[in-house]
């Protein structure tokens, strides 16, 4: 496999080609002694055919270190073999120390992460949600606890849990550190302020009325119809993309107050643990939970040792407000694009490569319904150049409709530089300009189709689903290569 390095924007290989990555979430918030799926030969032979090159492979604290300084070998294990058969099917793994409220709690609350001995609550009990899991964020007193004590650093039996949650990426950076499958670290999903969260909310909602009252953005008349009416998707509607940063923009200060304090030196107290065992994988730089509704992200770029690190990227996350909830059917893709542009801004200032680390949520990966506001973000992301990783698998998805939606055509390695790439608006079209550098460019066609390109053409590998994966060589300067799909 080709060894993935960072330059400026953009990700390369080892011969110096843009590299696009496109592939799935997959996740294990139940607590047990091996990974949830059994991401066996054929997923992973369906996985590739699909056009899919990297796994957010989202694993919890909780299970690798059940007690203090003893890991789970037995659930280790299970993840070499998953980085085994990903590097046999030209997959890449992204290790993700996934959390959602700081943890499962013993099944209370939709939470997942951290061990038992890790939630320090301060006697605070855990609750479940009336709403939406998310909730507790806000409210919820033990998950303000628990964050409060990570981000202090306070002690559990002798050592401080930000010590021991480096402990923990060392052992992994040491395990995974040499495999060619290894595309980097993501260090912590969302990480959330702790009690701070109340305060950022109280902002958000003061700045929302505000906004709603005087805001020459927002239709009064159409939402105050709609509510009568009880239309929810027409109330949505009027809520628009264009008034995001007007709201949020009250909160911009206490992120900015907690990304200094707290999150930055978390970020580059993680990557000096696993920059200690070893100089491969890209570092991850996520962004806390509230910077996922365009709340702007002030974190610097990583260092260790006083020095910006050469390896780092940005993952932005963004779903619609009505995500988790039945109204998620009327996603808007206008708003989401604001809290992504927004995203953009942050990739731009820290001066590194974005891959989409979350998006989508739609929960029955059956529905085709909302394939329309999934597609306008894909074609958004290919503005970007971002490649994505959707959120989520579900088991069963190689097979399942999901895979009209998401296995499409698209670069996997450009040698030159990108002009633009994209989709005509019924996607029976996909276009590639680039200048061109020496190598072979890399395309995934997800079907059968006609090719014109001025370059020579050969097909590097055929999969059994009759998507193809392309190389094109040319000659210097600009290069188009157009694919046509009946």
């Known amino acids: ?16 080609r843009k590299r696009i990555f496109n592939g799935m979430n ?15 030969e054929e997923f992973f032979r369906k996985y590739e055919a699909n056009g899919f090159n990297l796994i957010r492979l989202a694993v919890q604290w909780a299970n690798l270190e059940p007690k203090p300084g003893e890991y789970s070998e037995s659930y280790l294990k299970s993840l070499d073999r998953i980085f085994e058969l990903a590097e046999k099917h030209n997959v890449y793994i992204l290790l993700d120390m996934h959390q959602d409220l700081y943890s499962g709690f013993n099944g209370v ?53 930000q010590d021991r949650y480096a402990d923990l990426w060392r052992m992994l950076a040491k395990r995974y550190g040499d495999s060619p499958a290894l595309f980097g670290y993501d260090l912590l999903n969302e990480p959330a302020p702790g009690s701070g969260a109340k305060k950022m909310v109280a902002k958000l909602l003061k700045s929302g009325a505000r906004q709603f009252l005087t805001s020459k953005k927002i239709k009064r008349t159409e939402i105050f119809s709609a509510l009568i009416k009880k239309d929810p998707k027409r109330l949505l509607d009027n809520i628009p993309g264009a008034i995001i940063r007007d709201i949020v923009r009250a909160v911009d200060p206490l992120e900015a107050a907690f990304d200094k304090k707290y999150y930055g030196p978390f970020l580059n107290k993680m990557a000096a643990a696993i920059r200690e065992v070893t100089p491969n994988g890209i570092l991850m730089i996520e962004q806390p939970f509230l910077c996922n509704g365009g709340v702007k992200l002030s974190v610097e770029p990583i260092t260790v040792g006083g020095k910006r690190e050469p390896l780092q990227c940005f993952g932005p996350h ?50 085709t319904s909302w394939f329309p506001h999934a597609n306008e973000l894909l074609d958004y992301f290919d503005t970007n150049q971002w490649g994505q990783l959707y959120w989520d698998y579900h088991g069963d998805d190689m097979d399942a409709p999901l895979m009209d939606m998401l296995s499409r055509t698209h670069p996997v390695a450009i040698a030159g530089d ?32 006609d090719m014109s390109c001025s370059g020579t053409v050969r097909t590097v590998k055929d999969y059994p689903n009759g998507a193809r994966l392309i190389g094109v060589t040319s000659e210097p300067g600009e290069c188009t290569v157009v694919l046509r799909f009946s």
């Open 318 to 367: 963004a779903y619609d407000m009505t995500v988790d909830t039945p109204l998620y059917r009327y996603a808007n893709a206008d708003r989401v694009k604001a809290f992504f542009n927004e995203m953009r801004a942050s990739q731009l200032r820290l001066g590194v490569p974005a891959v989409v680390g979350e998006w989508g949520g739609c929960s029955d990966n059956t529905d």
């Open 418 to 449: 990108v002009i633009s790439y994209g989709r005509n608006a019924d996607h029976t079209l996909f276009e590639l300009k680039y200048t061109t550098a020496e190598g072979e460019t890399l395309i995934y066609a997800h079907a059968p189709c």
């Open 1 to 16: 496999m080709d060894k993935i390095l960072t330059r400026q924007l953009h990700f390369v290989d080892d011969m110096g």
């Open 109 to 161: 609350g939709g939470g997942d992460g951290a061990p038992d001995w890790a939630c320090l609550t301060d006697g605070s009990k855990p609750k479940p949600y009336k709403f939406v899991w998310a909730e507790a964020y806000v409210f919820g007193k033990w998950v303000h606890r628990c964050f409060d004590h990570f981000w202090r650093n306070d002690s559990v039996q002798g050592q401080g849990l």
């Open 26 to 40: 997959i996740d294990d918030k139940q607590i047990g002694g091996k990974f949830r799926y059994d991401l066996n």
